[in-house]
């Protein structure tokens, strides 16, 4: 009887084994394409259009599991990067002029070479000689209000290491201070001229251009989003608004996830048109009723901007409407393969121009006399969208606000309810305080929330006597 039952555990503890090494093959095999196509995308920016060393890229941006599994190489010939996972899933990016990087995928490369792409050329090649915030030529004096020591220490927080096995990797700040520049500190291997990828904080950039567009008459944010795969529907999906892409209220059953593969990271990493995938995507709540921020609405609304504008005039959009306007000369939006900008995720700039569009929201959407954003567009994207509970979103922008029935239940409790900020999810941010009349943005390569953000902003509020 004993010899049966152990032969019984033996042969249940082997299909254990057995249900477990192909739930972990299942689950990396959906992962590989994942792991590959983050690996030669982030890769491929870094070193071609940031001009990072390889090393430092493989030892940060790919030094945790599992994207250390991935084989990265690079092509300095046609600036390309493979990346394949044990032999498998290989996937190619590649870099363009003005364009950054692309993952080539779902589509030959062939054709992917073939687009055009009509880009203007920057107006101005030497900012050093105009006078800030327009170019990077800086006053000699401080305004008043301001105990410089304190501020010095405050920033100095933001890059003290006090974790190994917890790095924050903080590579840039700046602070703005009633429109001026009044502190700055970078990482060794980082300067003023360095690109920093946004994550996502490029939707808080889409957010503004999609102001641009209703400014133009281009776009109704209250109709029906004339998107194609939802125009002959009857599921609900017909009934989604320009203005529920912004706010992050469409309803779509979809899985803000980066862990796994998940709608988020098959969009990014998988598909050649993210908008077009998004798009098909099911309701799982009626339009408007849930709060739900993901990033396959801001793709869809860039897909949207495209095919209102044509391509002859959407890929200058952004930078004939907003960021030569305001000095955002160094910013790269990077298209998927099928030439849409991916709204959601991918952008490059340095961190000054990082603060110039963050001045731009302060001085409610004017520069140099412009009214660039429509003159209620601030007010709205700084409305708590009802239904985000901690009322911590408005129109692409995340907010400070807290709860409308209790205030103090906000994500940063300690910080003014004014505050807005665009975040990314490597601990990327660009913070206004309008009470403060402060602009500061962090830039860096952070996993998770490990950064003290309330501590550092705290600091830095300090130093500033207003």
């Known amino acids: 009887m004993r010899i049966n039952n152990r032969i019984q555990l033996k042969r249940i503890t ?15 095999w959906g992962a590989f394409p994942v792991i ?30 599992p994207l250390n ?10 600036s390309s990067v493979n990346a394949s996972v044990l032999g498998f899933a290989v996937q190619k990016a590649a870099y363009r002029q003005g364009l ?9 490369e062939k054709e992917w070479r073939s687009k055009t792409f009509h880009l203007p050329p920057s ?12 170019g990077d030529l800086l006053p000699d004096s401080f305004p008043r209000g301001i105990d410089t020591a304190n501020l010095g220490n405050a920033i100095r927080f933001a890059f003290e290491e006090n974790d190994a096995d917890k790095p924050i990797r903080t590579r840039a700040v700046v602070v703005l201070y009633d429109g001026q520049l009044v502190g700055e500190q970078y990482s060794p291997g980082f300067d003023r001229n360095s690109l920093l990828y946004s994550w996502s904080m490029a939707k808080s950039i889409w957010g503004a251009l999609t102001g641009i567009m209703v400014r133009d008459g281009r776009l109704d944010i209250s109709m029906p989003a004339a998107v194609p795969e939802w125009r002959s529907a009857s599921d609900g999906r017909e009934k989604i608004t320009v203005e529920n892409l912004l706010t992050h209220t469409t309803g779509l059953n979809v899985e803000e996830d980066y862990t796994k593969a998940t709608t988020v990271t098959n969009m990014l ?16 709540y009626p339009p408007g009723s849930v709060f739900y921020y993901c990033s396959a609405n801001s793709n ?6 495209r095919q209102n504008l044509g391509d002859n005039v959407y890929h200058a959009f952004p930078a004939t409407k ?29 961190a000054r121009d990082y603060a110039r569009f963050g001045l731009l929201y302060l001085n409610n959407g004017k520069w140099n006399g412009e009214q660039l954003l429509p003159e209620n567009w601030i007010k709205k994207s700084l409305t708590p969208t009802p239904v985000a509970q901690l009322g911590e979103y408005g129109y692409h922008m995340r907010l400070n606000a807290g709860n409308p029935k209790d205030t103090s239940k906000r994500m940063f409790p300690s910080l003014p309810p004014d505050m807005f900020y665009a975040y990314g999810y490597e601990g990327e941010y660009i913070i206004g305080i309008p009470s403060k009349k402060l602009v500061i943005v962090r830039l860096g390569q952070t996993a998770g929330y490990n950064f003290d953000l309330q501590k550092f902003v705290k600091g830095i509020m300090a130093s500033i006597h207003n």
Not at 69 to 74: N, T
Not at 100 to 108: E, M, V, W
Not at 300 to 305: A, F, G, P, T
Request: charged share 15%; proline share 5%.
């Open 322 to 350: 907003l960021f030569h306007k305001v000095g955002m000369f160094s910013a790269i939006l990077e298209p998927d393969a099928s030439g849409t900008y991916v709204a959601s995720s991918y952008m490059l700039a340095t």
């Open 100 to 108: 950054g990087c692309t993952l080539i995928t779902g589509i030959s």
């Open 269 to 284: 990493y998988r598909e050649p048109d993210m908008g077009a995938y998004a798009a098909t995507q099911p309701l799982k």
């Open 300 to 305: 869809i609304l860039s897909r949207l901007i």
């Open 14 to 28: 082997l299909l254990v084994l057995l249900l477990l090494i192909g739930y972990l093959i299942y689950f990396l």
């Open 69 to 78: 599994l991935a084989k990265i190489s690079v092509n300095k010939e046609d």
């Open 36 to 65: 590959s196509g983050y690996s030669a995308k982030m890769t491929c920016s870094c070193v071609f259009a940031a001009g990072r060393d390889l090393n430092s890229v493989k030892a940060e941006e790919l030094g945790r599991f």
């Open 123 to 134: 107006p101005i090649t030497n900012n050093d000689s105009i006078p800030w915030p327009l």
